[in-house]
């Protein structure tokens, strides 16, 4: 499995961004997929995750509101559009591939991860 995590940058407190995570080589395309983030001296924490037929959806309870997963099964492609971001939102954010059709907020269900993109939020 290859996932790779683009979309990130630095952005002013209360701009957008909208991160993209391709796929290929999947273990299998029903998987659900998550998005994770690591701020500076912390450790990595549940952002969002969707399954594959985008009925379920959960999201840490610090993004909620503000942040939309989504994903285009046709370009096996995952998206994290980020809106209202604040410096809190600063972090590495990686795309994961789930062991199974419904997702989680565990590190330890996913067993495939991306390589991370940086986003920074500061004026």
């Known amino acids: 499995v290859q996932l790779q995590a683009s979309g990130g940058g630095l952005v002013q407190p209360g701009g957008s961004l909208r991160l993209s995570c391709s796929a290929s080589?999947?273990?299998?395309?029903?998987?659900?997929m998550g998005w994770f983030r690591q701020a500076p001296g912390k450790e990595r924490e549940f952002v969002a995750h969707?399954?594959?037929?985008?009925?379920?959806?959960d999201y840490a309870d610090s993004v909620k509101g503000r942040f939309t997963i989504s994903r285009d099964n046709d370009n096996d492609t995952v998206y994290l559009q980020m809106n209202s971001l604040s410096p809190e939102d600063t972090a590495v954010y990686y795309c994961?591939?789930?062991?199974?059709?419904?997702?989680?907020?565990?590190?330890?269900?996913?067993?495939?991860w991306g390589q991370g993109t940086e986003v920074t939020v500061s004026s």
């Open positions: 994961a591939e789930h062991r199974f059709e419904i997702g989680s907020r565990w590190l330890k269900d996913y067993p495939y």
């Open positions: 969707i399954n594959w037929r985008h009925t379920v959806t």
């Open positions: 080589r999947r273990t299998s395309v029903n998987n659900a």
